[in-house]
C-alpha cells in the first residue's frame, strides 16, 4: 500500500469521526451556546468555531468515554474566550477608528468624551511594559488565538494566558476600571 493511499484513508477516518463528533453533539454544543449568549449568531459562530478547534485537537482526545464533556469544555472555553474578546474590544476597538470630525458629529460632547476616554486608555497602554502592550495588541486588537501569540512572542501558552490576564488587569487599573 503506498504512502499517499495510507494517508488518504487516516484522513477519511479522521473526516468520518468528525463527521459523527458534529452529528451527535452539535445541537449540545449550539444550546450551550446559544444559553451563554442568547444571541442565535454568537452561537453559531461559537459553535462554529468549536468543531474547528475539536477537529485540530482530536488526536488529543485520549478518553472517548468522555468526549461530550471534552467537546463541551472546548464550547465553554471558545464561549469565554469571545465574551472576553468582545468585552475588551468595546473598549479599545470603538476608540481605534477613525474618528469624525466634530463638526460633523451629532453629538459634539458625547465624542468630545469617547475621544477623551480613548486618550485615557492610548495613555495607559503606552504606560504598560511593552511585553504587556504587545500581548494586548496580539489578543485583542489582532484577534491572534493564544497559541498564534505564544508563537509570535516565543513563550508558551500557559505564559500567554497568564500574562494576557495579569495585563490586562493593570489596563484596567491604569484607566479607573476594575471590573
Excluded at 459634539?108 to 504587556?132: C, G, Y
Excluded at 493564544?146 to 513563550?155: C, P, S, Y
Aim: glycine share 2%; charged share 35%; with cysteine.
Amino acid at each position: 500500500m503506498s504512502e499517499c493511499r495510507k494517508w488518504g484513508e487516516a484522513l477519511d477516518k479522521s473526516l468520518v469521526k468528525i463527521e459523527h463528533l458534529y452529528d451527535s453533539f452539535y445541537l449540545d454544543v449550539y444550546h450551550f451556546a446559544l444559553y451563554y449568549t442568547n444571541s442565535r449568531e454568537e452561537a453559531e459562530d461559537i459553535t462554529q468555531e468549536t468543531f474547528f478547534k475539536v477537529m485540530k485537537q482530536l488526536n488529543n482526545l485520549r478518553d472517548m468515554d468522555k468526549v461530550k464533556t471534552w467537546i463541551l469544555s472546548i464550547a465553554r472555553n471558545t464561549a469565554v474566550d469571545i465574551h472576553r474578546r468582545e468585552k475588551v474590544k468595546r473598549l479599545l476597538i470603538e476608540k481605534l477608528s477613525w474618528q469624525p470630525v466634530l463638526k460633523e458629529v451629532s453629538k459634539p460632547l458625547e465624542f468630545i468624551e469617547k475621544n477623551e476616554q480613548w486618550q485615557i486608555v492610548q495613555e495607559a497602554l503606552m504606560t504598560l511594559k511593552s511585553h504587556d502592550r504587545t500581548i494586548i495588541i496580539c489578543r485583542m486588537l489582532k484577534d491572534y488565538t493564544i497559541q498564534e501569540t505564544a508563537e509570535i512572542l516565543g513563550i508558551s501558552e500557559v505564559k500567554v494566558r497568564v500574562d494576557f490576564h495579569r495585563a490586562m488587569t493593570r489596563l484596567r487599573k491604569k484607566v479607573g476600571r476594575d471590573d
